[in-house]
T-cell receptor
Framework: DAGVIQSPRHEVTEMGQEVTLRCKPI?????LFWYRQTMMRGLELLIY????????DSGMPEDRFSAKMPNASFSTLKIQPSEPRDSAVYFC?????????????FGPGTRLTVL | QKEVEQDPGPLSVPEGAIVSLNCTYS??????FMWYRQYSRKGPELLMY????GNKEDGRFTAQVDKSSKYISLFIRDSQPSDSATYLC???????????FGAGTQVVVTP
């Protein structure tokens, strides 16, 4: 199994530009999570989906952030326009379902730098 | 106040020592407790999972949950340099609740 795949692994962009992060969950997993990790705030849940439907987006910091899951094997997190404070590592994770016993498997992350 | 508190460290121990990590939490509804290990520039990976109170052992790792004190612990016996990583606790309430993560504790095991 290839695990959770994220692309790009590194992204450097200038303030005001649109950034799109991509994620392919593990095949057969029905739940997908987007996290952001910074030294100051730790690991924060931004949004999660179940069966391609957004369940909770209360962690999305502001309207500049949006996420989609058009099918079971692909999700995007978009930031438009990007700001320097968005610089962080963004992780995607997937799990079989949302039950308490299900393990979340994390991807390698996308390291975003906004200049 | 954060729902989950975890000392960021760093915690430095000599090889072979016992590593003791812990988290405290404020939400009495939490029932599912996990420990993740994160190596530098990698995603977190699940180490241990426990439901409700009690102990769980897996090789050199032991997880303990004390719901009455709202306190969870992870012990690593016979620590190795390869155990050097950041350890994050995570917890959730009902089956559909989102995980709350601790800030992570950086552990350094010196040869």
């Amino acid at each position: 199994d290839a695990g959770v795949i994220q692309s790009p692994r590194h992204e450097v962009t200038e303030m005001g530009q649109e950034v799109t992060l991509r994620c392919k969950p593990i095949s057969g997993h029905n739940s997908l999570f987007w996290y952001r990790q910074t030294m100051m705030r730790g690991l924060e849940l931004l949004i999660y989906f179940n069966n391609n439907v957004p369940i909770d987006d209360s962690g999305m910091p502001e309207d500049r952030f949006s996420a989609k899951m058009p099918n079971a094997s692909f999700s995007t997190l978009k930031i438009q326009p990007s700001e320097p404070r968005d610089s962080a590592v963004y992780f995607c994770a997937s799990s079989l379902a949302l039950s308490g016993t299900d393990t979340q498997y994390f991807g390698p992350g996308t390291r975003l730098t906004v200049l | 106040q954060k729902e989950v508190e975890q000392d960021p460290g760093p915690l430095s121990v000599p090889e072979g020592a016992i590593v003791s990590l812990n988290c405290t939490y404020s939400n009495s509804a939490f029932q599912y407790f996990m420990w993740y290990r994160q190596y530098s520039r990698k995603g977190p990976e699940l180490l241990m999972y426990t439901y409700s109170s009690g102990n769980k052992e897996d090789g050199r790792f032991t997880a303990q949950v004390d719901k009455s004190s709202k306190y969870i612990s992870l012990f690593i016996r016979d620590s190795q340099p390869s155990d050097s990583a950041t350890y994050l606790c995570a917890m959730r309430g009902d089956s559909w609740g989102k995980f709350q993560f601790g800030a992570g504790t950086q552990v350094v095991v010196t040869p």
